[in-house]
């Protein structure tokens, strides 16, 4: 949905003739959050688009054909938006992106390493020094996680 709001006609700016015109505008844009879609969709992949063949397709555009049945709004946006449709669907490659559905958490670095450091603590310890300070490093983790 697109649509106006606020319009206001402001004073010219510094020496011009021309009036200022004021909008708010509103744009709604529509959107799947379906987790099911998901990881059936493809998206556009800018980094390897074809940019100077979308230049060249831009440039040979005629706007007065394009929009020349236009009578309001919605029909420019429409207009508009098809072409540049047709433009990313002919020189930008889509991905599927991937979907990670495993639920394995990624702990930060310095808890992995008090992670392994009490590991290796475990299968060394043979005194109660060491299984001391494998219980502290394994309490420090523990608390760690809590963050």
């Not at 402001?10 to 505008?25: K, M, R």
């Not at 979907?99 to 930060?108: D, F, I």
Request: hydrophobic share 35%.
């Amino acid at each position: 949905m697109l649509y106006c709001d606020s319009v206001c006609l402001l004073p010219p700016i510094g020496t011009s003739d021309h009036a200022v015109v004021s909008l708010s505008l509103c744009v709604s844009l529509q959107h799947q959050t379906s987790c099911s879609t998901i990881g059936n969709q493809t998206r556009p992949n800018y980094a390897k688009a074809d940019w100077s063949s979308i230049c060249c397709f831009l440039s040979a555009i005629n706007c007065s054909n394009v929009f020349c049945s236009c009578t309001s709004t919605e029909e420019y946006w429409d207009a508009f938006v098809s072409v540049i449709d047709e433009c990313v669907n002919n020189f930008v490659p889509h991905f599927r992106p991937t979907v990670y559905t495993t639920n394995v958490k990624h702990y930060p670095s310095h808890i992995r390493k008090l992670l392994l450091s009490s590991w290796k603590l475990y299968r060394q310890f043979r005194s109660k020094e060491l299984l001391v300070k494998y219980k502290e490093i394994s309490q420090l983790c523990s608390n760690s996680k809590k963050y």
